[in-house]
């Protein structure tokens, strides 16, 4: 399969996925950072403005950095060796998440069976941090409004939505991964041919009418599953309530959920930024 050019992609669209600003650069979701020594298979590379591309990208290290974060004890070295390859980074790009995300008292060490049945010691983590809420929103909107126009072919219109949410370890509860996956036939992830893909490592269900909706439930590695819905008009349903635990997202609000300390065109709104709800991470 060929995938288009960097010239091919700006010239095929007229603003930027997330926003109605002109694109000014690509777009990797998921992100190269994503991947285990950055090498990223080929597709899902679209049209981007800077606010939106380079002002999420502390989202995006996050992301990297939770999903890395195994609930077993005998997770791979390679995984913990990028995990604090990027403290330094998130200390800089994310202030303060590390520190909140690290609190000791919102984890616990459990005994949980596996998908081969053997129970196995691992840690889950109960964090309900506020920057880590405000990260995990973003990089899921953007995961949703990516899928939407991969999978529809435009972007997601300035009058639609996504409902994203996102769940670490072993915060995705059977009862709602089941629910989820069984209104998702399709599996679709990054592949250029039989042996070079990433399925260990990014790997989603989804269902789509091809033209106005997408829903999708996707894993990082073993640490991050993100559910988003998108939709490509104001409300298909005339009141779509809000699953629990998730957001409601349109194109151009990214840069403005971004945490304030990671915003520095923004001082002038460098108030302590607010909870949006509960979540299960």
């Given at each position: 399969?060929?995938?288009?050019?960097k010239a091919?992609?700006m010239?095929s669209?007229a603003?930027c996925i997330?926003c109605a600003?002109p694109?000014t650069t690509?777009?990797?979701?998921?992100?190269i950072?994503?991947f285990r020594?950055?090498?990223?298979?080929?597709g899902l590379?679209?049209?981007?403005?800077?606010?939106?591309?380079n002002?999420?990208s502390?989202?995006?290290?996050?992301a990297?950095?939770?999903?890395?974060?195994s609930?077993r004890?005998?997770?791979?070295?390679w995984?913990?060796?990028?995990?604090?390859?990027r403290?330094g980074m998130?200390?800089?790009?994310?202030?303060?998440?590390?520190?909140?995300f690290?609190d000791?008292?919102?984890r616990s060490?459990?005994w949980r069976?596996?998908?081969n049945g053997i129970?196995?010691?691992?840690?889950?983590s109960?964090?309900?941090?506020?920057?880590?809420?405000?990260?995990?929103?973003?990089?899921a909107?953007?995961?949703g409004?990516?899928?939407?126009?991969h999978h529809?072919?435009h972007?997601l219109?300035?009058e639609g939505?996504?409902?994203?949410g996102a769940?670490?370890n072993?915060?995705?509860?059977?009862?709602?991964?089941?629910?989820l996956?069984s209104?998702m036939p399709?599996q679709?992830?990054?592949?250029?041919?039989?042996?070079n893909?990433?399925d260990?490592?990014?790997i989603?269900r989804?269902?789509t009418d091809?033209?106005?909706?997408v829903a999708a439930l996707a894993?990082f590695?073993?640490g991050l599953?993100?559910?988003a819905?998108?939709f490509g008009?104001?409300?298909?349903?005339?009141q779509l309530?809000l699953?629990?635990?998730?957001?409601?997202v349109?194109?151009?609000d990214l840069?403005?959920?971004m945490p304030f300390?990671?915003?520095?065109?923004d001082?002038?709104?460098a108030?302590?930024?607010?909870?949006?709800g509960s979540?299960?991470l």
């Open positions: 399969m060929r995938y288009p050019s091919e992609i010239a669209e603003r997330y600003a694109h690509v777009e990797h979701m998921p992100p950072s994503m020594g950055r090498k990223r298979p080929d590379v679209f049209a981007g403005c800077s606010a939106c591309n002002g999420t502390a989202a995006d290290l996050v990297g950095f939770v999903a890395r974060l609930p004890y005998d997770q791979d070295d995984k913990i060796a990028e995990v604090r390859a403290s998130l200390e800089a790009q994310a202030p303060g998440f590390l520190h909140e690290l000791q008292a919102q060490v459990e069976r596996g998908p129970h196995r010691q691992m840690v889950v109960r964090q309900r941090g506020p920057l880590l809420r405000a990260y995990l929103d973003v990089f909107a953007k995961l409004m990516a899928l939407y126009r529809c072919g972007p219109p300035l939505f996504v409902m994203c769940y670490l072993a915060g995705l509860a059977p009862d709602t991964a089941k629910a996956l209104i399709d679709s992830g990054l592949r250029q041919g039989r042996r893909h990433a260990d490592q990014f989603y989804f269902n091809e033209r106005t909706v894993q590695h073993d599953y993100v559910s819905l998108a008009t104001v409300d298909p349903y005339g309530p699953l629990p635990h998730h957001r409601r349109q194109p151009g840069p403005g959920m300390r990671s915003r520095p065109w001082v002038q709104n108030l302590l930024i607010k909870p949006v979540s299960p």
